[in-house]
């Protein structure tokens, strides 16, 4: 049965994929990344759900949709010299309510451009639970990390070849609306693609033979809206991101497809630091589009300078303290924190009531973030 899915879903993308409309634009030459990259600022901010909601369908759901919590906590992020978000989106929310969606992203959009942040939106993704389902959300579990985020598509429409038509659709509606929108940053098609899942959750059989077919169409469907804003896809495992032969299929379509490349690292700064290098000698501009993980060893303190030194974009994990609960540690799926809390936290910038966690770490990014491309300033500068 499993095969045969599999057959049907490849039939179904060479159907559905088809070729790209004469208009649809290339990947952006190296030349082209460059120069788009060359007129940002240095790029600093975080992944961002409001506290108010514990995934991304509770945050972008009429009915839970909370634009207040938004511009209170993206004026903190303005107030430490942040000039960028990373926002997730799921296609269960453009199916149920195409329109709908697309206003509150322009609303949150509007919301952020206030703030003089510019988002990097996320269309799918395959973390944590693989079997989401819209309308209210469950509670937090209590003392567990990120106890309630979804994956996108999710395992049941992964492997259903009639749902992909739908996913074209989406990705064609949400791109195509904002395509030529300059308050948005860029498009991160799909967020560690070939991730089992994580957590205590049955994982998907044969996920990364779905996903590696679906990738380039995704790219592809992105494209023939020709957005304005670059593409991107981020690698996040492994050990030799430079050597094309120990890449697997999904992480070759990343690199090869990206016009801007993308990375995740959750590791000491002398790693973090290898990674980069691994990620530049591609020759294109590099975002970090994940990290900042303080029991795991990565931190504001050991990442930052190097990438600011390397112009490479930063975006943290978690923001303000909320629902996500990613404050707590990975390991809290197998011990929750149901008695004491963390020595330290593991993700996070501000605690709930808007103070930070460690003034020294938004010390740090505003001096980074106000100093000029490039320079990394001393402490007290």
């Known amino acids: 049965m499993i095969r045969r899915s599999f057959l049907l879903a490849a039939t179904a993308l060479v159907l559905v994929g088809g070729i790209a409309p004469a208009e649809a634009r290339d990947q952006w030459s190296k030349a082209q990344a460059h120069a788009w990259h060359a007129k940002q600022p240095w790029l600093v901010g975080a992944n961002y759900t409001p506290a108010s909601a514990i995934n991304q369908l509770e945050m972008w759901q009429a009915e839970t949709w909370d634009p207040a919590t938004i511009d209170r906590e993206l004026a903190l992020a303005e107030s430490i010299g942040m000039n960028t978000m990373r926002v997730f989106v799921h296609n269960l929310l453009w199916e149920n309510d195409p329109e709908g969606l697309k206003r509150r992203m ?7 451009a206030k703030h003089r942040i510019r988002p990097l939106f996320v269309l799918f993704d395959s973390c944590w639970d693989p079997d989401p389902v819209a309308g209210p959300q469950r ?4 003392g567990v990390h990120n106890s309630g985020w979804v994956q996108g598509p999710g395992a049941a429409r992964l492997k259903d070849a009639s749902q992909y038509g739908k996913f074209e659709s989406y990705v064609k509606d949400v ?9 948005v940053l860029g498009w991160d098609l799909w967020n560690e693609p070939n991730n089992g899942g994580g957590g205590n959750y049955k994982p998907t059989p044969d996920k990364n033979k779905y996903v590696a077919l679906l990738l380039p169409q995704i790219f592809t469907w992105a494209r023939s809206v020709d957005p304005v804003q670059p593409l991107t896809s981020g690698v996040w ?3 030799h991101w430079d050597d094309q032969a120990r890449l697997d299929a999904v992480e070759k379509t990343q690199i090869a497809q990206s016009d801007i490349l993308s990375f995740h690292d959750y590791n000491w700064p002398e790693k973090f630091d290898e990674r980069a290098r691994q990620m530049l000698s591609y020759g294109r501009p590099v975002w970090c589009t994940e990290y900042m993980a303080r029991g795991n060893g990565s931190t504001f303190d050991g990442s930052l300078p190097i990438a600011k030194k390397y112009d490479i974009a930063m975006f943290n994990w978690g923001f303000v303290d909320g629902k996500t609960q990613t404050r707590l540690p990975w390991d809290s799926w197998k011990k929750p924190y149901t008695w004491d809390e963390p020595t ?7 605690r709930a009531d808007g103070k930070p966690y460690r003034q020294a770490e938004v010390d740090l990014i505003k001096r980074l973030a106000t100093s000029p491309k490039g320079v990394v300033p001393a402490a007290g500068k």
Do not use: Y
């Not at 509670?139 to 209590?142: D, K």
């Not at 330290?344 to 501000?350: K, L, T, Y």
């Open 106 to 112: 322009d609303e949150f959009l509007a919301i952020a």
């Open 237 to 239: 495992i492994g050990d």
């Open 175 to 183: 791109v195509g609306r904002f395509a030529k929108d300059d308050r």
């Open 139 to 142: 509670p937090p579990i209590p």
């Open 344 to 350: 330290i936290w593991f993700h996070e910038v501000f």
